[in-house]
């Protein structure tokens, strides 16, 4: 069973989802790849209570450390490894997908990885601002794809000094 409550962010309504232990999902209201499946609501699941705290506290403009909150994104073993990458990335910094595929590439110990395989990967990140997607760029520094629409993507971008 998956849990849900919203949260009343400053870039959009977000939907929290937990499997009741730990924080499965965090999606904007309406973005790409929001689950389609049943959810119940219980804003008083307790994973909740830090999660939101964790959020005031970026949108309030700190730059909160993800590694303190129980994630769980469900995904393949690769995609897992890219949003490990993600959280590596600094608040009100950017990087590109290149990067990340050299980075996981090393992890891998592969010498090449795709950058568009990367791109896939991290446009699925189940946990949108925790896991910041947001911070990734184009080779150029372009924004490119974000599942909540490149306005969101350059709203936190904002908020972070990243832009």
Known sequence: MLFSAVYPSPAGRMVLGSDGEALTGL???????????????NAALPVF???????????????????????????????????????????????????LADKAARRMGRYTMSAQAVGGA???????VIIPCHRVVGADGSLTGYAAGLGVKSWLLQHEGAI
Request: charge should be negative; avoid cysteine; hydrophobic fraction near 35%.
């Open 49 to 99: 209570g830090p999660v939101r705290d964790w959020l005031d506290g970026y949108f309030g403009g700190d730059a909160p450390d993800p590694r303190v909150l129980p994630l769980a994104p469900a995904g393949s073993e690769f995609r897992r490894l890219i949003w490990d990458l993600l959280l590596d990335i600094p608040y009100g910094e950017v990087t590109t997908y290149g990067a």
């Open 122 to 128: 991290v446009g699925r990140n189940p946990i949108s």
């Open 27 to 41: 999606w904007f209201q309406g973005q790409k790849y929001f689950p389609a499946g049943p959810m119940e609501e």
